[in-house]
């Protein structure tokens, strides 16, 4: 069962790795890989000379911690509130509802972003006009930008995230429950000294794992909605790699930037199995 899978990452995962090699050289088509001249760190030092280059990893980093921190707290609110619904066909019905975006491919909800939040015919900014409200550009101007992909991206993965603390609310011993409601706690008191402790660990392991995704900002996400006129404040590595690279032909350059982001990736990944495994006991040898 495992050779298929191990095969498959063989080929697909470390087989491309050998283009590595193009960070540190002048690539040429017409001659190859291993045909293109060295240069060593020139792509290296060209990319860090570059004048957008800081604002690009400020934009990765701040959209990757804000969407790490949203898809830790919105999750966890929303499993709250379900745990309290005693109706299981009103529960199982919005469970349904909530993760049923996570199924749908950003091409397809980054279509429906672009007509539901036009400033001229989308419904959203109909609706802010109907309450006196200036129409908004979500996708146009760098003051909500940032916003409508924090937003939008919490959309799309909070109901999936939420299976999870779900899952850990039903291995919280309802004794504990039984003994707090004797003692006179409330349902609030309850959720704060019985089902938030019970959370933690969970809470801990996937907080401390998301860490490895710090320079992930979500491509797929950015390049459906991004548009030249928020490059300020929603150009990505991931993008600023793609333009590099596909648009431009600087093979090398993209390269490079892209071993920088993995290596990086690399070192935070590191960091956060082994803070699981000091915070959570998580272990995956």
Known sequence: MIVPGFFLVLVFNYGPMVGI???????????????????????????????????????????????????????????????????????????????????????????????????????????????????????????????????????????????????????????LYEAAEMDGANRWRQTWHVTLPGMIPIIVLLATLSLGNVLNAGFDQVFNLYNPQVYETGDIIDTFVYRLGLQQAQYGVASAVGLFKSVVSLVFISVSYYLAYRLANYRIF
């Open 21 to 175: 090699i193009i960070a540190f050289k002048k690539f040429l088509p017409s001659k190859g890989i291993i045909g293109s001249p060295w240069i060593g760190l020139d792509n290296f030092k060209y990319v860090w000379l570059m004048p957008d280059i800081s604002q690009v990893i400020i934009n990765t980093v701040i959209i990757a911690l804000l969407k790490m921190v949203v898809g830790v707290v919105v999750p966890i609110f929303i499993s709250l509130l379900l745990n309290e619904v005693r109706k299981m066909f009103f529960k199982r019905a919005v469970q349904t509802l909530i993760y049923l975006p996570h199924f749908l491919s950003w091409v397809i909800l980054g279509g429906i972003l672009v007509d539901i939040l036009s400033p001229s015919s989308g419904i959203v900014n109909h609706i802010l006009v109907f309450f006196g409200v200036e129409p908004i550009f979500f996708l146009g101007e760098n003051q909500w930008f940032r916003f409508t992909l924090i937003a939008s991206n919490e959309w799309k993965e909070f109901g999936f995230s939420t299976i999870v603390y779900l899952a850990a609310l039903t291995a919280i011993n309802p004794v």
